[in-house]
């Protein structure tokens, strides 16, 4: 008994200053983001007016960090893959749908009429009753098994797609064009008034997740294995799909789809961490997902001056990392 203890404590000891790098990474690219290239003289009234305005593009970043990254590790431990992500399920497709479907049938000023919590909250509130509805019953249903649900999953995003290609044929050139605009993620998106709610859903969201963390754990074990230690597995796979439904629909609602980004940040935190445990998992995931977001629009706004296309270059590079990952692992 006393050698895994030890392991154990050795894991700990490189974990939590791996932890504590990050964060201070992470709080040097949100000092760099708000600070930055200001104009007005440090401390002057328009000085904090540029911060202000700053101000609402990071809490975006840390608002979709959170939701994208906790989601991701979430539904890894549902599925005991680390492989699928809801985004590549057909997930955010829906939100295409949707979106296609405001403009084409009541045009493209329907898109910033219909904008409000009212609007938000019933797109997340669709988009949570269809993944949930559909994942329990891939997913816990009597035929239900991995390849069936990723079978399925692929199948409705190909189709929603298709649905919403086509309608977006039909549009104008310049309805076509407010839609692109909401379509590709984007964290200028956001409007500030949606921040404080998204704000205080995930964080109540989260708070249940991390009291949950050590159950978490056993079911990470597999089916068997959680049932036999006397969880019931399929109450608690529905609870985890819900939550990431929540977390996923607030996200893309906000600053629309991320499909990869997720799929990344949750692969290099169980790569940092070494560890299962998703008291290490979760925090790192978070961290890494804000300092992907926070250094990757410094870096292209003050050096590149190509703030507007992070969102193009994550779905890029993520699409080859996981390309790569898939092909070395060599299966599902």
């Given at each position: 008994m006393a050698e895994p203890r030890v392991l154990e404590a050795s894991r700990e000891a490189r974990v939590w200053p791996r932890f504590v790098i990050l964060g201070v990474v992470a709080a040097v690219c949100a000092l760099g983001v708000l600070t930055w290239g200001i104009g007005p003289e440090p401390?002057?009234?328009?000085?904090?007016?540029?911060?202000?305005?700053?101000?609402?593009?990071?809490?975006?970043?840390?608002?979709?960090?959170?939701?994208?990254?906790?989601?991701?590790?979430?539904?890894?431990?549902?599925?005991?893959?680390?492989?699928?992500?809801?985004?590549?399920?057909?997930f955010e497709a829906l939100y295409v749908v949707m979106q296609t479907a405001l403009v084409f049938f009541w045009g493209a000023q329907s898109l910033a009429a219909t904008d409000g919590l009212l609007k938000v909250a019933l797109q997340s509130a669709l988009m949570v009753v269809f993944a949930t509805l559909l994942y329990r019953w891939l997913f816990s249903g009597r035929l239900g098994n991995l390849h069936t649900m990723l079978l399925v999953g692929v199948i409705l995003g190909m189709g929603f797609a298709s649905v919403a290609t086509f309608m977006q044929r039909m549009?104008?050139?310049?309805?076509?064009?407010?839609?692109?605009?909401?379509?590709f993620g984007n964290m200028s998106n956001s409007n500030p008034e949606y921040i404080p709610w998204a704000t205080l859903v995930i964080g109540a969201v989260i708070a249940i997740v991390w009291v949950k963390r050590h159950r978490l754990d056993v079911l990470a074990l597999g089916r068997e294995t959680a049932t036999n230690l006397g969880l019931n597995f399929r109450g608690e796979v529905t609870q985890l799909l819900v939550i990431t439904a929540v977390l996923i629909s607030i996200s893309t609602t906000m600053v629309g789809p991320l499909t990869f980004f997720g799929f990344i940040v949750a692969t290099l935190a169980y790569q940092l961490t070494?560890?299962?445990?998703?008291?290490?998992?979760?925090?790192?995931?978070?961290?890494?997902?804000?300092?992907?977001?926070?250094?990757?629009?410094?870096?292209?706004?003050?050096?590149?001056?190509?703030?507007?296309?992070?969102?193009?270059?994550?779905?890029?590079?993520?699409?080859?990392?996981?390309l790569i990952f898939l092909l070395r692992k060599g299966r599902l």
């Open positions: 401390g002057s009234r328009g000085f904090w007016l540029v911060v202000e305005r700053r101000g609402i593009t990071v809490a975006t970043m840390i608002v979709v960090a959170a939701a994208q990254s906790v989601a991701t590790v979430l539904f890894h431990t549902a599925t005991s893959n680390r492989i699928l992500t809801p985004s590549i399920m057909g549009l104008t050139p310049s309805e076509f064009d407010v839609l692109s605009a909401r379509l070494g560890s299962s445990r998703h008291a290490h998992v979760l925090p790192f995931a978070f961290l890494l997902g804000l300092i992907t977001l926070l250094g990757g629009y410094f870096i292209l706004r003050h050096v590149f001056s190509a703030a507007g296309v992070l969102s193009v270059l994550i779905e890029f590079v993520g699409g080859l990392f996981f």
